[in-house]
């Protein structure tokens, strides 16, 4: 019999977490699609509203967008040339519920008072992050997890 595969075993670099990093670990990254999220799509609004860099901002979209998360679309306002926004894809859309979940934590952790509340449109109640299993039970901070390897782990003799 086998030992089990242990976490310290997996290649940390298979990791989701990890590859997810990679695209949104950037200073700004996260908080420009949240601005995006939220329909600021052109590049002079999201400078201003962010304060960023021009540079910064060029460099960060054209990550978020060799990620397949950005996509641009033309416009021109009369009298002007053309130009380009900026909006989310379908995967960069996925994001929403992580960024809702880092809000979540920040309200509870790190500010006196949430400075946004978020709303169900249906109802008008707050929206809150909830874990759940596929079984449909929730899974609370203090309830026991375990991490197993999935089709996509790499071991020490998997290469």
């Known amino acids: 019999m ?16 990890a590859r997810t ?10 908080l420009v699609v949240r601005d995006l999220l ?8 999201l400078v201003a509203h962010l304060g960023i860099a021009r540079t910064v901002l060029a460099r960060r979209l054209a990550v978020l967008a060799e990620a ?7 416009y021109r306002e009369p009298g002007r ?8 894809t ?9 960024l809702m979940a880092l809000m979540e934590y920040g309200d509870r952790h790190r500010a006196d008072a949430p400075p946004v509340v978020v709303r169900h449109e249906g109802c008008g109640e707050p929206v809150t992050m909830v874990a759940e299993c596929r079984a449909g039970h929730r899974v609370g ?8 390897p999935g089709p996509g782990a790499r071991g020490p003799d998997t290469g």
């Open 21 to 30: 990093m990679t695209v949104l670990g950037e200073p700004w990254t996260v």
């Open 68 to 74: 397949g998360l950005v996509e641009t679309a033309e």
């Open 81 to 88: 040339r053309a130009r380009r926004e900026y909006r989310l």
């Open 141 to 148: 901070t203090g309830d026991r997890v375990r991490s197993t």
């Open 2 to 17: 086998t030992e089990p595969l242990r976490w310290r075993d997996l290649d940390s670099g298979a990791c989701s977490i």
């Open 38 to 45: 939220h329909g600021v799509r052109r590049f002079d609004d």
């Open 90 to 98: 379908a995967a960069g859309q996925d994001l929403r519920p992580v």
